[in-house]
C-alpha cells in the first residue's frame, strides 16, 4: 500500500492499464506465434493420423519437416536447389526493380498531373483488372523460355500497388502546407520533390511492401507456365510426382524468400521516413 501511495502518476497510470489487458494482450508476441504454430501443427497431425486422408495427398507435419531437412541441406550443399533459388531470387530481384521504376514512374504522372490523372490513370486501372495469368504464356512467347519472360511477368504483376501508392500518396499533401509553397512561388518541380514526395513516402512504402511479395508470386507463375530453372520449376515437378511433402518444402523457400525482400523494404522505409517514429 505504502508503494502505491508514493506512486508517481505515471506509474498508477500504467498499473492501471496493465490490470485491464487480457491475458493474450500480456503475452509476448513470439509465445504466441509458438503456440499457434504448436496448434495449427498438432492439428495437422490428428487429420491426417484418423481421417483416413492418403500421404500422397496430405502428408504429415514431420514428413514435410524431413522434405524441408533435405531441401535446406541441398541448398546450402550446393546443389539443384540451390542453383534453382538463386535463379528465383533473381529473378525476383530484377522484377522487383523494374515494378518499382515503373510504378513510381507511372504513380507519378498520375498523382502530380492532370493527364496521368484523366488519361493514364484509366488505362492502368484496366490493366489491373485483367486475369494477369493469362499473359503468362504470351510474355514466354515475346520474351522467350529465358529469365527474361518471368522478369517481366513478376514486373507486370507488382507493378500496381506502387503505382497507386504513389498517386495516392502525392495526392494527400497537406493543405497548409501547399499553400505555403504557392506563396513562396515554388515551381512544380519544387512542390514535387521537397513537398509532395516526403509526404508520400509512407504510401510508396506500403506499395512497395506489397510489389515485395507479389513479384515472387510473378515469378512462380512465370516458371509455371513458361518453364525454366527456378523454384517454381521444381515446385511443378515435385506435384506431377506426388511428391506433396517436396512442393510443401519448396513452397517455404520460396516463402522465406518473399519474407527476405519484404524485410529489405522495411529497413529501406526505417531509414528513409525516421521522422515516424
Known sequence: MADVQTASPETLIALAENERKTLIERTPQWLLVLLFGAAVVAVWQFAVSFSGISELVLPGPFLVFEDLVFTLKNLFTGGYVAKATWTTLVEVVFGFSLAVVVGLSLGMLIGATSFGEKAVMPYVVAINTMPKVAFA??????????????????????????????????????????????????????RLLKLQMPFAMPYIFAGLKLAAVWSVIGVVVGEYMGGGEGLGELVRVAASQLRVGRVFAQIALLSLMGMALFGFVSLLERYFIRWRR
Open 137 to 190: 504464356p504470351l510474355f514466354v512467347a515475346w520474351f522467350g523460355f529465358g529469365i527474361e519472360s518471368k522478369i517481366m511477368m513478376a514486373a507486370f504483376i507488382s507493378f500496381f500497388p506502387v503505382t497507386i501508392n504513389t498517386a495516392a500518396g502525392l495526392a494527400a499533401t497537406d493543405k497548409n502546407m501547399d499553400m505555403l509553397f504557392d506563396s513562396l512561388e515554388a515551381n512544380r518541380w519544387q
